[in-house]
Nanobody
């Protein structure tokens, strides 16, 4: 089993910044792609940003230039730096990780989610 623990959500004013963190622990041989997704009330979950094990990044058009995804492989942690936040960024943000376990099976895991609210 792999656990993903997110932190860093909260309430911020428009134009402000937040940094989300997601630490993975458990039976991990190798972490592959890690990413952040979000789900606003009444909407489907959508991709925000992903990063491969080699550091290749991909972003949703709506966050390009404002959000930055990064990872620390030594700590099995992925980060999401969110700048110039807008009210439409309000959502529950979920961490996701694809990994190989110790018998080399490909698996995926989700975090429990952290609320981000952008409001004045």
């Amino acid at each position: 089993q792999v656990q993903l623990v997110e932190s860093g959500g909260g309430l911020v004013q428009p134009g402000g910044s937040l940094r989300l963190s997601c630490a993975a622990s458990g039976s991990i041989f190798r972490l592959n792609e890690m990413g952040w997704y979000r789900q606003a009330p009444g909407k489907q979950r959508e991709l925000v940003a992903v990063i491969t094990g080699g550091g290749r990044r991909n972003y949703a058009d709506s966050v390009k230039g404002r959000f930055t995804i990064s990872r620390d492989n030594a700590k099995n942690t992925v980060y999401l730096q969110m700048n110039s936040l807008k009210p439409e960024d309000t959502a529950v943000y979920y961490c996701n990780a694809d990994y190989l376990d110790y018998v080399f099976r490909k698996k995926g895991s989700w975090g429990q989610g952290t609320q981000v609210t952008v409001s004045s």
